[in-house]
């Protein structure tokens, strides 16, 4: 008997799926945003999808995955664009849909199981007591919490908030181990780094603990410019008034809003740079004060004056930021991808004005200000107008030359997306939790080749990513 | 008939009060702060106080000391330090105590008349939808939400939000003129600059509202040092942590905190400085994982941890903080007084650094952490061990020539205690809204003398404060 038969054997009584098409589609995340990666891991796929219904199902699968040696990938939505949900080994798709409740909603604080949809957490502590989480991404109403933990950095609410390393952005997580008996761990404070954008591989996130902030019925605004760089300098002055409360700022150049944002485009001329902004209700009036003060400023959007008919069309604008921009601008030219660039406090408006300056219509900007360590400053996450891998890593040699660090979407693995070195407190961690090396295997190199070379332009090839 | 015998007969039926020594004792307020000040203004009293029910009767006080040409210094609780709120003129002190009431709660929203005492107002939102407001001067218990807004700057919460002079942190305010038919006004946006932290001198707030953000359980923190600047090195940490949510953030050199906190003694060594924080509850885990990272910081003190008959013994830690630093050491020695200075972002630890260096324990230092233009950043209140009014001015100066601004609170006019230049805004609204020049008389230089030099050390000497 194979030890998928054996698997299957002793998981019987749970939702197992296993026809080969079905698995492929529910193995796949949103690697495609990326020519690179969708010429790496389009054809891979798991073996079985595994749904369990409760913590105590999950700990029957990693108990068995454990004893017949067979790779797990933990996956929430699957709406990570990095491959992060890839199962590079095949093997057993731990599908967490169905550990989707919310159990405990207290004053900024709600308790909820890693697969429930991050909206419908909102929905529930909204009616509960006016409250929703501090961060979400722009897939919010796809999205896992625990899949947005394990896979995400920040999104909507960074402005506020920072990002979701930043301590206090997430409370507790309770993780699951990958041994011969599965622990049940309570990870709090310092603790919580081993296991948090880690992509699964070190631990299987079953519940999470995170704070909440109040509740409002943002609006949703959109500021035109004829100048991107005045709408660069309008986001960075705007994000630096401590009385004005926002949940989002995002300057995107022309022509990109008038060709990407589709039901907008009626509020847009083709030649104008936009910032998309959340402004708390009772904000509006100091927001168009500030507005105001801006002789090159003009509210194209609102969605508190709009008429309700010609709202009802429209995509919340969260859904325009973030990576949902990428993903407008991919279903009207397919060719683009994308960067994901830091552009450093204080000199990120220069920074951005250089770049730009540099790289023009091949590279549009779109910014996301945030609070980094402190301080309002901005990330980019820039179309690229791609042509060949070799040109995509000139441009992003350019901006690493100019001082803007990249945190390359077109890697699968943490340490090239990320910090581009060994995250030894992550790595100790799955040492303790996964002796065997089973959870979603190739994406920490640390582990396959603890001697890799960062330096290198090219893609790690994980020898288990072996082609059908 | 004396023009206050006609007022009186004009306002019969109204609550007023003319026995000279209650009225001398309604008529002062927290100046005596500043030795500068209490010899300046000691013998100051209104001639009659005035207590309406309803904007109906502050309308008819208001047309009746218009039509007999008798001063009004509008008073909340009194409870000002730079003599806001003293009727240098005499005439009539418009006390806007039983204009008190919360009208309207809502989502980020709080209507409150400006008579209305800040923790009474706390206590109806937090009850209604857990919601309470932004900032609060120390004197939370005792202040009025009016009178914040005419008199002060920002306080607790200003880790956050900035000060109250931030577009946003205001939403609307009522505002009465001083005609021959008093105008009702309805402020928002950049209007709101006219008569915000006016003093009361051109108009008279009626009603404000206000934005309100999500309440919590504050856990009051006293974290100990052995090194003051360690301690400000921690909180310039701390407040950058943008995970991390404070509410008040102030580091205390030695001997201050043990001399002066009488009922946090016990917790704290003579020689140590420290840091008086209020953390979100459900940022506990993360606050104390944090403080784990810094070896020279000890958690003294917690309320969310100590035993309950000891903390009913204590005041709340804002009541450590702000101008109550400054008047705990009143109580334990009357010699003293206290500057108001800004450490400017970037180099403010480094000013604070030099400036302890430079004067010691005649000026032992008290920081509040603020947001500040969108950068955290530190005031100073440092307590100053008095001898000279030109030893005063000295330690001022060479504040200034080391880059540090003092805001003067040994001075009772809106010009020397701010900015020392003219508000060309607000003295246009007094044009307006009080062309009698009636509303507290002697504190706008600009309008009493628009040639007066500035850059004197000398008081600006009020012509109408005639000594009794």
Redesign the interface.
């Known amino acids: 008997m194979s030890a998928l038969d054996s698997l299957k054997a002793d998981l019987s009584g749970l939702q197992i799926e296993d026809n080969p098409q079905i698995v492929k589609q529910k193995s796949r995340d949103f690697f495609w945003y990326s020519p690179v990666l969708k010429q790496q891991l389009d054809h891979v796929t798991g073996d079985l999808v595994v749904t369990p219904k409760s913590e105590a199902e999950v700990i029957r699968v990693l108990k068995s995955c454990y004893a017949h040696d067979v790779p797990v990938t933990v996956r929430g939505a699957g709406t990570g664009n990095y491959g992060q949900a890839m199962p590079l080994s095949g093997g057993v798709i731990l599908n967490l849909a169905e550990l989707n409740k919310v159990k405990e909603i207290r004053?900024?604080?709600v308790v909820a199981e890693a697969g429930a949809i991050i909206s419908k957490i909102d929905e529930e502590t909204r009616a509960h007591?006016?409250?929703e989480l501090?961060l979400h991404p722009s897939t919010y109403r796809t999205a896992t919490i625990g899949g947005f933990i394990a896979g995400g950095s920040g999104g909507i609410g960074s402005i506020?908030?920072?990002?979701l390393r930043?301590?206090?952005?997430v409370?507790?997580l309770r993780v699951l181990t990958l041994e011969a008996e599965p622990r049940v761990l309570e990870m709090?404070?310092?603790d919580l780094h081993k296991v948090m954008h880690a992509y699964g591989t070190n631990g299987v996130i079953t519940e999470v603990e995170m704070?909440?902030?109040?509740?409002?019925?943002w609006v949703d605004v959109v500021v035109g410019f004829d100048a991107f760089m005045d709408g660069v300098r309008f986001a960075d002055a705007v994000?630096?008034?401590?009385?004005?409360?926002l949940k989002e700022l995002a300057p995107i150049s022309a022509p990109l809003p008038h060709d990407y944002f589709l039901r907008h485009q009626k509020y847009i001329r083709k030649d104008q740079s936009v910032v998309v902004c959340m402004v708390?209700?009772?904000?509006m009036?100091?927001?168009?004060?500030?507005v105001?003060?801006q002789p090159k400023a003009s509210i194209l959007y609102r969605s508190d004056t709009v008429d309700e008919d010609a709202k009802k069309g429209l995509p919340p604008v969260y859904e325009l930021a973030w990576n949902h921009t990428t993903l407008r601008g991919l279903r009207v030219d397919p060719a683009i991808t994308y960067l994901q660039v830091l552009y450093p406090f204080?000199n990120h408006v220069e920074k951005v004005r250089i770049m730009t300056d540099l790289l023009g219509d091949e590279v549009p900007a779109h910014l996301e200000f945030v609070?980094?360590?402190?301080?309002?400053t901005c990330f980019g996450l820039p179309v690229v107008r791609y042509t060949t891998e070799e040109r995509l890593n000139e441009i992003m040699r350019l901006h690493e030359e100019n001082g803007c660090p990249i945190f390359n979407p077109h890697r699968y693995t943490l340490e090239e997306g990320g910090m581009k070195q060994t995250d030894d407190v992550q790595l100790a961690f799955k040492r303790e939790a996964d002796p065997k090396g089973l959870l979603n295997p190739g994406k920490m190199i640390a582990w396959e080749d603890p001697n890799y070379d960062y330096s290198s332009d090219k893609l790690f090839l994980f020898p288990g990513l072996k082609r059908a």
């Open positions: 004053p900024g604080v007591s006016g409250q501090r506020n908030w920072g990002g930043d301590l206090g952005n409370i507790r709090t404070g310092e704070p909440l902030t109040a509740a409002y019925d994000g630096n008034q401590d009385g004005l409360l708390a209700p009772f904000a009036d100091a927001f168009a004060a500030f105001g003060r204080p609070r980094f360590d402190g301080k309002i």
